[in-house]
């Protein structure tokens, strides 16, 4: 029988008895927290930790995946704001190496919503799971690369590097990496648990994300690319199937020490429902007197940059998942959040966080069980304490 243990305010009963129906048949942990007009009314916690037998409660600690570009962009446009990065600037103004080989038109708006033809990694620079905790190494092989088609073209999500390039672009106009900006100006004022690189003192309260499910391998994946005669040996295709390659290996390197004390933004932040929630409440309005951005900067950085773009060709004839802002996701068919107006991050697995201003409301989610898989419907595990939350708020 699932407990769930937490609380919620007056009103929002139904969320929590959402929450217990959504994790009743999942073997792992969850939180969900949600804040409304910059306090928390529902902070539940359910389940056990299966893997390494870890006690688990709401500041357990979890890898957030993808959910770690919200993190990423959050620190991006705070410095938009200040003024020390112009979306409209070309990336090597802030970055002159990366001009290199036809990048040297390509803007800070393009890097960031994943339309800057650098979705992968080029095969020849032979970067695995290993190599991906190695800042020096990542860069410099986006630096060298040529673009995979010809950039602001047409748009494909950025997997693994949009953290480096925006992680980068952080570094040179800060000089400091993106988790340390994090730390200093982002989780130490709002007292988060929320890490881009976790410090030693920390990895104690790490639960192990794990899967019993199993994905389509790259040769799977290239046998149907080919069934529907697209160019498997074009550049694109060889990038994309070798990064889906090293997918399992990269989440079993994320679960270790290595993964989680390097800076990989895209993917290996670490946190807790309770502080993602924190963190985007804090984006939208006030939270115990600070606010991380402005309400301009927020309707500019949840402007949607992808609804009149398909994917390169060849993989054009593939319907797309997501739709992007900057950096942030904003609402598509497979991740509604709360509707229009919301912007935020999904993370492999179904890791979920985002705000939503017309409602005044901030949502993180959390889980270690990796079921969650969004290519064709939202997770099944957000239906319907999403629904009771929508039910609330009217």
């Known amino acids: 029988m699932t407990v769930v243990q937490g609380t919620v305010d007056t009103g929002f009963e139904a969320v929590r008895a959402a929450f217990e129906i959504a994790q009743a048949n ?146 040179r106009v800060t000089g400091k990496s993106v988790g340390d900006f994090l730390a200093a100006e982002v989780a130490g004022p709002l007292g988060l648990d929320l890490w881009i690189g976790l410090p030693e003192r920390e990895e104690h309260r790490v639960v192990p994300q794990f899967t019993r499910q199993t994905g389509p391998t790259a040769d799977q994946v ?55 929630a924190r963190m985007f409440a804090a984006t939208i309005g006030e939270v115990d007197g600070i606010r991380l951005l402005s309400s301009a900067t927020v309707d500019r950085a949840r402007q949607p940059q992808t609804l009149d773009l398909s994917s390169p060709p060849p993989l054009h004839v593939i319907p797309t998942t997501h739709t992007f802002a900057y950096t942030y996701e904003v609402p598509s068919v497979t991740r509604p959040m709360l509707g229009a107006g919301s912007f935020g991050n999904v993370g492999t697995g179904g ?22 898989d969004n290519t064709a419907a939202p997770d099944p595990r957000w239906v319907p304490w999403t629904a009771a939350l929508q039910e609330a708020l009217t």
């Open 26 to 171: 999942d073997e792992g942990a969850a939180q969900l927290c949600v804040y409304r007009h910059g306090r928390p009314v529902v902070d539940l916690w359910t389940g056990q930790d299966p893997i390494s037998g870890k006690p688990w409660d709401a500041t357990s600690l979890v890898v957030l995946m993808s959910v770690s570009k919200g993190l990423t962009a959050t620190c991006v446009h705070m410095l938009v704001e200040r003024g020390q990065l112009d979306l409209d600037a070309p990336v090597r103004d802030y970055w002159p190496e990366f001009a290199a080989n036809g990048k040297a038109t390509i803007t800070v708006a393009e890097v960031l919503s994943h339309r800057a033809g650098l979705s992968s990694f080029d095969p020849e620079y032979g970067i695995g799971p290993t190599q991906l905790t190695d800042w020096p190494t990542c860069v410099a092989a986006l630096e060298s690369m040529t673009p995979l088609w010809q950039p602001g073209t047409a748009f494909y999500y950025h997997s693994l590097t949009l953290g480096y390039l925006a992680g980068e672009l952080i570094r």
């Open 222 to 276: 290239r046998a149907v690319l080919t069934q529907l005669g697209i160019d498997v040996e074009a550049r694109l295709v060889r990038a994309s199937l070798a990064t889906l390659a090293t997918k399992d290996e990269g989440i079993e390197m994320l679960n270790t020490r290595e993964g989680h004390a390097a800076e990989v933004p895209s993917g290996n932040g670490i946190g807790n429902a309770r502080s993602l």
């Open 351 to 372: 890791r979920i966080a985002f705000a939503h201003p017309e409602s005044g409301v901030a949502v993180g989610y959390t889980c270690t069980n990796m079921t969650g």
